[in-house]
């Protein structure tokens, strides 16, 4: 952590490491698909993401400050939707608000985050699906027999909650299979920790590194939000096609503005990489 | 305040607004000379600013707390050379910290400003001047007779300020013909408002805005970090080619460009359009 330009380095607290999380995820570029510095839509641009971050804030320092899981995320989601464009950053503060929770608690770790989460109670499941009042989510139809615990009925869902007596761990364990960040929460955050690495392992500007990582991930598994607003066929094409650009067949620049172009956005590897990089910036990530 | 796309909206707390304004003056593109989203310097990189923006945010918590002056920009800059460039937003602090005090205070206004500035004491000069051992920043020589005064002996200068009776209002007064920040400081931040109006005016995203006013006050008046870097004859040339880019006669990307290559940074502009932002962001600009 010694600077080349400056006197002294301020540690940074874990509430920090994580808006720096978002905020960093987002300077990557080109990430194909995702609005990055260069590329954003009308709708979402570069600066809701800026606003989206420091309106998380609050909630982060719940987080880290040991409050209970689902009230912190929350207060994060009700601050990051306090921009024009909504959702900006829901699954990233999924995926944050653990990492936050156990870092904070000196178990950041696959085992100890993995405790963290399975802590989660049915209060926590509550404020989960309050957290869909504050903003508008795209999610797939519940599975058969779910109808009742569907997210979009929001606070009408938490009787049924409470009636099956399903903690926050629960909900997302239901949906691993078809949600990636649901899928981290059930696997000790298996794929945030091997970014983490790769992040860690590369070298050059952090932002290229995150650039980097978002494609390797990528081209790992298909990104379930494109199967979630599109489908699985474009998920896959999707995975390829990153698949090709770390053989050198295709450019990463023309893949980005391509998919930004058919409004192909893999939301959830960002998710990724966002927690990714807290873990980094927390095991001592250079900025 | 009324989203487009989310559902509800949080309001922002005035730390808050002081972050996202450093986040948004660095999110403007282009700005010929500064950094931004599409440029950078290879020791001054995007990504430093969103450090330097998030390690900053305990000090602007303590101006908008109602701390006294000196020592929350103290704080403020110490957090935000947590990043390897070393200085990113001294100078857009020392803009920040008077105006958040004043916006947290109910008097967000030119004379509400102007009397918090005059109320700052001998203390609030003496965490001036150790904030200089924070970092390294880019400074004049100090005027005949001033030389004990120098910023640049830190800590050392403390005595002399105190024999003299110097409050911060008073070292920002003697550097006012020389720096433009220090000029704002002793104008009831005039053309901080100027910039804010501007921005509110303005139509479409906040970030190109940014930008739009960036240029516009650049053409208005020789940047005094130009003048201490490289010299007046420079500085006036950039005013001059501010100008030609509101006349139509240059492009501001290619002059970008150019002023990168050249290392030129207007680094006191960029401090008037964060100053700019944070009002209009307090005065109700959407992002």
């Not at 464009?85 to 985050?113: C, E, K, W, Y």
């Not at 058969?144 to 007596?165: F, H, N, Q, Y």
């Not at 059930?186 to 932002?207: N, T």
């Amino acid at each position: 952590m010694v600077p080349t330009g400056g006197v002294s380095v301020s540690e940074r607290s874990v509430a920090q490491n994580a808006q720096l999380a978002l905020l960093l995820e987002v300077s990557g570029t080109p990430k194909p698909g995702n609005v990055d510095r260069e590329r954003e839509h009308d709708d979402l641009r570069f600066e809701h993401f800026m606003a989206g971050a420091v309106g998380a804030r609050p909630g982060l320092d719940r987080a880290a400050a040991g409050d209970p899981l689902g009230p912190a995320f929350e207060t994060a989601v009700e601050g990051m939707a306090g921009q024009s464009a909504g959702n900006t950053q829901f699954g990233a503060l999924l995926i944050l608000t653990p990492l936050a929770a156990a870092a904070s608690d000196g178990r950041l770790s696959p085992s100890g985050v993995d405790a963290v989460v399975r802590e989660t109670t049915v209060d926590d499941a509550a404020a989960f699906y309050r957290s869909f009042e504050h903003v508008d989510v795209a999610v797939d139809d519940p599975p058969d027999g779910l109808e009742p615990l569907d997210v979009r009925r929001g606070s009408d869902a938490i009787p049924e909650l409470r009636s099956r007596g399903l903690t926050l761990f629960d909900v997302m364990e239901s949906s691993a299979d078809v949600d990636g960040v649901a899928a981290e929460w059930v696997s000790g955050f298996e794929r945030v920790f091997e970014a983490s690495e790769m992040l860690l392992d590369g070298s050059g500007p952090v932002a290229d590194r995150a650039s980097d990582v978002f494609i390797a991930l990528l081209a790992d598994e298909p990104d379930t939000f494109v199967v979630t607003r599109q489908n699985r066929e474009t998920a896959e094409e999707v995975q390829r096609r990153a698949q090709a650009v770390l053989d050198g067949e295709e450019d990463a620049t023309a893949l980005a503005a391509e998919f930004v172009e058919r409004d192909i956005n893999p939301g959830t590897t960002a998710d990724l990489v966002v927690g990714g990089l807290f873990v980094a910036l927390e095991r001592g990530l250079e900025v």
